[in-house]
């Protein structure tokens, strides 16, 4: 299965972009289902967005939509997340997510217990 590394995590003022990027290595990516999740500190972890594996497919909840683009390059093995407009309620600590599912699946999966790899995290701090 594959292995995930997140980075581009870092400080910002509110109203300001980052954008993440989430390495895999291993083999298959194009057979991943692809996700991002955050955790602010004493809060659940909370789904921000999803790319199916031929990166056709994008899901977001609306806490974040019009603002958060994920996106990905299969060659590269990457997976991104524009951060636009941020909020202080932006601030959490990000994951990168993987599922396998079969090529073409298009499910919306929004639920951390349906991912089977995780990466590390990386902290995302928005200043007001």
């Known amino acids: 299965q594959v292995q995930l590394v997140e980075s581009g995590g870092g400080s910002v003022q509110s109203g300001g972009s980052l954008r993440l990027s989430c390495a895999a290595s291993g083999r298959t990516f194009s057979n991943y289902i692809m996700a991002w999740f955050r955790q602010a500190p004493g809060k659940e972890r909370e789904f921000v967005a999803q790319?199916?594996?031929?990166?056709?497919?994008?899901y977001y909840p609306d806490s974040v939509k019009g603002r958060f683009t994920v996106s990905r390059d299969n060659a590269k093995m990457t997976v991104y997340l524009q951060m636009n407009s941020l909020k202080p309620e932006d601030a959490a600590v990000y994951y990168c997510a993987a599922k396998r599912a079969p090529i073409g699946t298009i499910t919306y999966y929004r639920l951390p217990g349906a991912y089977d790899v995780w990466g590390r995290g990386i902290q995302v701090t928005v200043s007001s």
């Open positions: 790319i199916t594996s031929g990166g056709h497919t994008t």
